[in-house]
């Protein structure tokens, strides 16, 4: 049974670039959380997607968007980046029906230079 | 506003020692207080997790003190081992909603044989 997985593990970018990061579900999940974790901090969340739309938004800004397929994949896509830009982005998903534990993957480094 | 505070930011306990984290929360709302353990290069993963309605639960050599008037919870690790050595995230949520979790800042647990 396949966890959460990410990709790419590693990226650099410049100011100014857009990245798209990708995101595949736990098996038997419909829902993903994305988060942000800077160096040294607890994982911020930016939105969740439930049946491909947006259900929810932290306190990011409108670069920050993101897709979810109908395979319930998910990318997370940021447009006009910032060195400030630069965490290990976290996808986590979860069952709609189900309350409780969130499963995440390994993430995504992003470095911004 | 950090809605959720954890203390210490980092721990050193010899081997076989017990281990206190601490947390506090603001969100009288929140009904789910999941702890979770990340190990370098890899996503957080659920511990142990807690609801408002006991003021206690053990799992193995972890436990869980929720305080609610006081807006406090603790993770107690017992016979701590090195292979504990981590960072710790407590955090909370609507049980209904944990994809969208507010998380502490971590506290790194060294522990030294």
């Given at each position: 049974d396949?966890?959460?997985?990410?990709?790419?593990t590693h990226l650099i970018k410049t100011r100014g670039q857009q990245v798209t990061l990708r995101c595949s579900p736990k098996s038997g999940h419909d829902t993903v959380?994305?988060?942000?974790?800077?160096?040294?901090?607890?994982?911020?969340?930016?939105?969740?997607?439930?049946?491909?739309?947006?259900?929810?938004?932290?306190?990011?800004?409108?670069?920050?968007?993101?897709?979810?397929?109908?395979?319930?994949?998910?990318?997370?896509?940021?447009?006009?980046?910032?060195?400030?830009?630069?965490?290990?982005?976290?996808c986590a998903s979860t069952q709609a029906a189900d309350t409780g534990e969130l499963f995440f993957g390994e993430g995504s480094r992003l470095t911004v230079l | 506003q950090q809605q959720v505070k954890q203390s210490p930011q980092s721990l050193i306990v010899q081997k076989g020692g017990i281990s206190i984290i601490n947390c506090a929360y603001e969100n009288t709302a929140f009904d789910y207080f999941p702890w979770y353990q990340q190990f370098p290069g890899k996503g957080p993963a659920l511990l142990i997790a807690i609801r408002p309605d006991v003021s206690e639960k053990k799992e193995g050599r972890f436990t869980i003190s929720f305080n609610k008037s006081a807006k406090q919870f603790s993770?107690?690790?017992m016979d701590s081992q090195p292979g504990d050595s981590a960072t710790y995230f407590c955090a909370a949520s609507k049980i209904a909603n944990a994809g969208k979790s507010t998380f502490g800042d971590g506290t790194t647990l060294t522990v030294k044989p």
């Open positions: 396949a966890g959460v997985t990410q990709s790419p959380s994305w988060y942000q974790q800077a160096l040294g901090q607890g994982p911020q969340f930016i939105f969740q997607y439930y049946e491909e739309e947006e259900r929810q938004r932290g306190n990011f800004p409108d670069r920050f968007s993101g897709h979810q397929f109908p395979n319930y994949s998910s990318e997370l896509n940021v447009n006009a980046l910032l060195l400030g830009d630069s965490a290990l982005y976290l | 993770l107690h690790i």
